[in-house]
């Protein structure tokens, strides 16, 4: 059982500030590079060594390859990052493919992070227990940037939806990955090496996966951790992890109104509950947040924040329960993957490209109570809402690139033919075969959803890397 280091880990990589609800996100750029590193002497990161209810806000923070670059790293030891993070979320055409990016969602409309846009180098978290807090926190660093010669590109705020909701009106958050030496309330299915997350630990494979190492020389002031793997060497990447941000915008009009028009009756009427049925099988799990293998017929408040169940283990192998193209069947298959799917070994093969969120929705719900009553009552909700997407990881094309093209939007998932994930599949654009066919499983007759639109849009991205504390003191002693 690994230990952690958890305080020279960002706190956000292990936990996800549930307590302090208040969020803003604020994308950088480095005009004045000594300015900049005086800044990230000064900052006062939030690190993982806190308990639970004992701090009022929290600062993190992470940096584009350009973002190091820019601070005054070495061109050899930012080669020495791994190449998507290095290429960037939207540094290829390859990479659009891979991750479905096109027509709405393509990088040239997007808001920030695109090549229309300049691009950010820093990404300065800030969290607080209320409202009050957190303004507080954003006016002294946004004072503090403006003295550091760096640049506001942009300021994306947050919303903590009420009932721990997303904006489609589903519980959110239910399904989490833990740390293996740190999380032990995380049932053993979802207990993953630490090395997954955090680099510097075994990962999966028993491996350590590549990070830039340096030599004596390159780190005089011996401010980084030696490498448990070349202990000869420091190591800029250990307590540390690749971020992926993603903001993405959901239609729940368009979400709820397809879900009315494939549930209408012949008399033309249609009913609520057959509306909220279909868009359980969509998602997997019912508004409440239980998941259809353990209660495929109703909601059951008491299993909301159940996560401990299997597919093939609990007899739902062909999808009667829950479907298998449904959106927390395709985002964490269990025990549903090849070579040997109910098995042990099935489990352990998904263990290998599983990441941890923790993001935060932005904008206005379309009903301030988060019902599905109510937000299927609203007529008209303006403004743009959405989740600004947060994942860690350590290998970003095995992880999190993985998840996004091969299990989200792979319209052959699972045995399936041209189905791509209900809610946030790409309906083809990453395989150039057409999707939007939402199967459900039924004996004897199947029923197939045709002509799915696409309901989540990219609005901007960005990969970035999160530093350990000590990582952070160098790259603030960083001489030109």
Not at 217 to 242: I, T, V
Not at 381 to 410: K, S, V, Y
């Amino acid at each position: 059982m690994p230990v952690l280091q958890v305080e020279d880990i960002q706190g956000i990589l292990l936990y996800g500030y549930g307590d302090l609800r208040h969020a803003t996100f604020l994308l950088l750029g480095i005009a004045d590079p000594l300015g900049a590193r005086t800044w990230l002497r000064t900052l006062n990161v939030q690190n993982g060594r806190f308990k639970r209810g004992e701090i009022d806000r929290a600062i993190n923070v992470a940096f584009t390859s350009s973002g190091l670059a820019r601070l005054g790293l070495p061109d050899e030891l930012v080669a020495e990052f791994s190449t998507e993070f290095r290429e960037g979320v939207a540094g290829t055409k390859h990479r659009q493919r891979l991750l479905g990016d096109s027509g709405e969602s393509s990088p040239e409309r997007w808001r920030w992070g695109g090549p229309n846009n300049q691009q950010p180098h820093v990404l300065l978290m800030l969290y607080g227990r209320d409202d009050g807090v957190l303004s507080v926190l954003l006016n002294e660093q946004r004072a503090q940037l403006t003295a550091s010669g760096l640049e506001l590109i942009e300021q994306l705020d947050t919303n903590w939806l009420p009932h721990d909701k997303e904006h489609f009106g589903f519980r959110d958050g239910v399904s989490r990955a833990g740390i293996e030496g740190l999380h032990s309330n995380t049932p053993p299915i979802d207990t993953i090496a630490a090395g997954e997350f955090v680099l510097g630990y075994l990962n999966a494979y028993g491996q350590y996966t590549q990070r830039p190492l340096l030599r004596d020389e390159q780190d005089p002031a011996r401010l980084l951790p030696p490498a448990p793997d070349e202990p000869d060497q420091r190591d800029l990447g250990m307590n540390g992890s690749y971020m992926v941000f993603r903001q993405l915008s959901q239609d729940v009009a368009r979400f709820w109104q397809f879900c009315e028009d494939q549930t209408r009756r012949r008399d033309g009427t249609t009913h609520p509950a057959d509306q909220i049925r279909m868009a359980s099988k969509m998602v997997g799990r019912w508004p409440g947040g239980a998941p259809l293998v353990k209660s495929p017929a109703t909601d059951d408040p008491a299993l909301g924040s159940d996560n401990d169940f299997l597919y093939h283990g609990s007899g739902d192998k062909h999808g009667l329960k829950c479907p298998i193209g449904a959106h927390i069947r395709r985002s964490n298959p269990r025990d549903s993957l090849e070579p040997d799917p109910g098995s042990e070994r099935s489990i352990e093969v998904g263990k290998r490209h599983r990441i941890i969120r923790r993001g935060r929705a932005y904008g206005a719900p379309v009903a301030a109570s988060m019902d599905i009553a109510d937000i299927l009552a609203v007529e008209d909700a303006p403004g743009e809402r959405g989740l600004h997407f947060i994942c860690f990881n350590t290998h970003i094309n095995r992880q999190f690139e993985f998840i996004q093209h091969t299990w989200l939007n792979n319209p052959g998932f699972d045995g399936l033919y041209d189905d791509d994930d209900p809610i946030a599949g790409d309906r083809g654009s990453s395989h150039g075969k057409p999707a939007g066919t939402f199967t459900i499983q039924a004996d004897p007759v199947r029923t197939r959803v045709t002509g799915m639109p696409r309901f989540v849009e990219v609005r901007g991205g960005g990969y970035f890397f999160l530093p350990g504390i000590r990582a952070l003191r160098y790259l603030a002693s960083l001489q030109p």
